[in-house]
């Protein structure tokens, strides 16, 4: 378990790196200032938390009660900023959708699981789960002035969430240890959205 | 009262399908697929209360407490987006408006009334179920990249709402009973929107 | 300190009135009707402080205690919409701009005051604070669909916010007298961000 706890505390901090990512590269596409990449960096990757935690009435939120990450996105804000344009090249397409992905999926099995404790009904902790996986990334197209990229039509993205949270509280109902549910729904996300770039999956229109 | 809880129900049902059909109208337009259509129609059917129940520190919310809802919306979602061309005709655009009203007029004076037996001050319940009314639609145009629909210059929306809640609360403080109160304000404001269509009202600029 | 709490209350008016302004002028330019205008307004002056007091969990909302100031605003809308145009004639820039830097200032130090009450860590006190002073013109531009004008490059806005918190947090931990604290806290703001508007300061993009 202790193993788990600190690999779930990795796999944390890389989504939550992957997400900030995104919002640098959307806020500097806009032409933001040092303030706007910051802000948009940090809505992109605590929105979906926050907003989870303002449904389910959690307080501290976890950004409060994390203030380093805060801080960390704050300071490579100052440092990426200018070097932006290189930056983009020096990481690979495929590290930053590969880090998505295990971020998506860790965020989205998490937020299930802390509506499964807080005794939410299925279908509404799925709807936790999907929620904290994605609105991060809805608010940061939100504010770019852009059609939510999750809603239009494209390779499956929140459909993996979707399944990995369904995935996860089935294991639960059948209560495996909360390891092997955890990791199982979390893998089923990442595989799916892998594949779902691999392979150009589309839901239909 | 048993009778009138029972007509609230069905009509807090319609009013709800009325808004989620908002929802899948606006979300195809964008060309958004099954998880934007879906996802637009339950913001547009539960923002505005969510959002009322946030501000009033109200738990559990209306959707958490009525998962039920949420499934019909997703299983809408499912069957309808492929003959979404078809249904549009199918239902009389008369149809949809009328069931749109009577959503506005439900939604906005239970908002009111809640704030009311929350102890808010006058002008506060009023804001609160003019904000249950209409902030669905308010979030389903933000999403969707529009000024929302209410706030530009049309026939009379948030106005009807407004003046709904106001006749409720008179009737609250002229102590006449709450089934009264409830309905008398609700007809108003679907009298005042229907009006509003049928005689193309607008507010000055 | 009781005169200290009428000089607050007396910026802090002005602020609300500030902000409200530059609501009604937004909402002006998207031809909003009434509603609209008011609406605006209205998120221009309370969201900031609505949305913090969402995330520190504190009820009851400013505008739900102070509803005299919700009644303001309506009244100032429907008066001034339908003279806008000579409106803002009248009121020279600098005057709008000047105010503006005072609500500023107060909405923001007072927002980190409160979250240094509420016991938050220091990083988060000056993101809530930042919070408060800004998010009520950000979720103006959202409504109105624009990019938020803080985001964009221009002169220094929300960073005069984040030095005047950081500045606030400093004399706290000096143990300063908090009159002194919020006061220089607040002026350090509206100085930085009338140099920003008198010297065009702006951040590297």
Redesign the interface.
Known sequence: MQNFNTLIQVVEALGILAFAFSGFIE?RQ???????VF??AFITAFGGG?LRD??L?R?P?F??EH?EY??LI?ILALVI??FMRHLRSAFSEKLLVTADAFGLGLFSVLGASLAVHAG?????CV?MGVITGIFGG?LRD???????M?????QL???CS?LGCWVYLLLEWLSVTETLSLSTGILITVATRMAAVRFDL????
Do not use: S
């Open positions: 806020a806009k032409d933001m200032d040092l303030v706007g802000t948009v926050t303002l449904l009435d307080r939120l950004w409060v203030q805060t801080l704050f900023t200018p939410m009904p299925p279908f509404v709807m809805v939100i504010i770019c002035n852009e059609i939510p999750v809603f239009r039509r494209g993205y929140a459909t979707f589309k839901l239909p229109g």
